[in-house]
């Protein structure tokens, strides 16, 4: 017992040495989790357009990046441009084959070989150099000295863009086209959250 009593006594003097010493165990921190970092600094937070989260007035975008560089940022911010602006040409096409899916799941108009080849069709015509009135809407620095574009379209210039190819792809078929049409403000927009609408009166 005595025994005992010793061994007990010198595991509370130790314990209290260690507390006293500033040895005492912590209770885990907790770990802060971000919604979006920048790809180049993962433990830093960055602006939720970077990791392609939907901007208000924007209706399809890209980001672009360009790495520091001495030649200044003028020069960085005009790679990181043309590197967004070719995401977006593939963005756009993506939007308008999925406007395309949509009128043919909606209207039964058109078999899945047609869709096919208006898709195609369309691929053919859009280019990074093609996309009317893309702009930058937004720029950040990373803490490595990346720079970091958002580039994109507003809701007016993506219809005209989307009218445009689309009345290319399907003019052999005037009957479709005009289907399309009549059928258009039935489509859900997933880029802006709601619905589009494209008034008639534009042709």
């Not at 509370?12 to 919604?35: Q, R, T």
């Not at 005209?160 to 792809?169: D, E, H, P």
């Not at 399907?170 to 927009?189: E, L």
Request: glycine share 8%.
């Amino acid at each position: 017992m005595i025994n005992r009593g010793i061994t007990f006594a010198a595991l509370g003097l130790a314990s209290a040495l260690l507390i006293g010493c500033g040895g005492e165990v912590k209770p885990d921190e907790p770990v802060v989790v971000h919604d979006c970092v920048f790809p180049d600094a993962p433990e830093v937070p960055a602006p939720g357009w970077v990791c392609d989260e939907p901007v208000a007035g924007v209706e399809v975008s890209a980001v672009g990046s360009a790495q520091k560089s001495g030649a200044g940022t003028s020069f960085m911010k005009q790679m990181a441009a043309t590197d967004a602006r070719v995401q977006l040409a593939q963005n756009v096409k993506t939007h308008i084959s999925n406007m395309v899916k949509q009128f043919a799941e909606t209207t039964g108009a058109a078999d899945a070989e047609t869709v096919d080849m208006v898709n195609t069709s369309v691929s053919k015509q859009i280019t990074d150099q093609d996309i009317v009135g893309s702009r930058i809407y937004k720029t950040r620095t990373s803490p490595t000295g990346t720079l970091y574009v958002l580039v994109g379209i507003d809701p007016a210039n993506a219809e005209a863009i989307t009218k445009a190819a689309l009345q290319t792809s399907m003019k052999n078929d005037r009957a479709q086209w005009q289907q399309f049409r009549s059928q258009k403000n039935q489509f859900v927009c997933p880029q802006c959250g709601g619905r589009e609408s494209w008034p008639a009166s534009r042709g």
